[in-house]
T-cell receptor
């Protein structure tokens, strides 16, 4: 089983749509969780951290379910500029080491 | 703050030659830096972790004699791909870690093409 698994995608959605990405992780000792965004031929950039209580940043909402080892990202009112690959990332406690999912590609279509 | 640069941003080299990639933390000191590789449509895979002044720790399956890492100062780590082959063509990304927060900050990446 892969350490971090994501929806295979790609997701092609019209502007204004709501889209949800899912992710599961295998290491129950993982402590920190993130969604990164990666544009084509660029480095990954932190989109948001994910907390058990759920957190929202504008049109983006992230949720964490530790019992199910499941992370989600919801994007509302999709914009063309949201087109990118979204990476689910997991980190252990007291450690730098990040484990990346394969990513899910999102294309928002006019 | 927390800016990381990489140089070069892209490089094309002939098979059999060596290529050096530099990773610099511009506004903070990084005792730990990481080197990743990303093939098309694949995730970032950690190649090695380098600590300033000591030998790098390589992930399983990564040849340490082929991918030479030097972390001689708190702001600079280098990755040298020796005797490059076409299968080494990839996107190489470094990151630098801040000790106070255990956060990683990514460089912009280097696209290597070996012909």
């Amino acid at each position: 089983r892969k350490e971090v698994e994501q929806d295979p995608g790609p997701f092609n959605v019209p502007e204004g749509a709501t889209v949800a990405f899912n992710c599961t992780y295998s290491n129950s000792a993982s402590q920190s969780f993130f969604w990164y965004r990666q544009d084509c031929r660029k480095e990954p950039k932190l989109l948001m951290s994910v907390y058990s209580s759920g957190n929202e940043d504008g049109r983006f909402t992230a949720q964490l379910n530790r019992a199910s080892q499941y992370i989600s990202l919801l994007i509302r009112d999709s914009k063309l500029s949201d087109s990118a690959t979204y990476l689910c990332v997991v980190k252990g406690a007291g450690s730098y080491q990040l484990t990346f999912g394969k990513g899910t590609k999102l294309s928002v279509i006019p | 703050g927390a800016v990381v640069s990489q140089h070069p941003s892209w490089v094309i080299c002939k098979s059999g030659t060596s290529v050096k990639i530099e990773c610099r933390s511009l506004d903070f000191q990084a005792t730990t830096m990481f080197w990743y590789r990303q093939f098309p449509k694949q995730s970032l895979m950690l190649m090695a972790t380098s600590n300033e002044g000591s030998k790098a720790t390589y992930e399983q399956g990564v040849e340490k004699d082929k991918f030479l890492i030097n972390h001689a100062s708190l702001t600079l780590s280098t990755l040298t791909v020796t005797s490059a082959h076409p299968e080494d063509s990839s996107f190489y990304i470094c990151s630098a870690g801040r000790t106070d927060s255990y956060e990683q900050y990514f460089g912009p990446g280097t696209r290597l093409t070996v012909t």
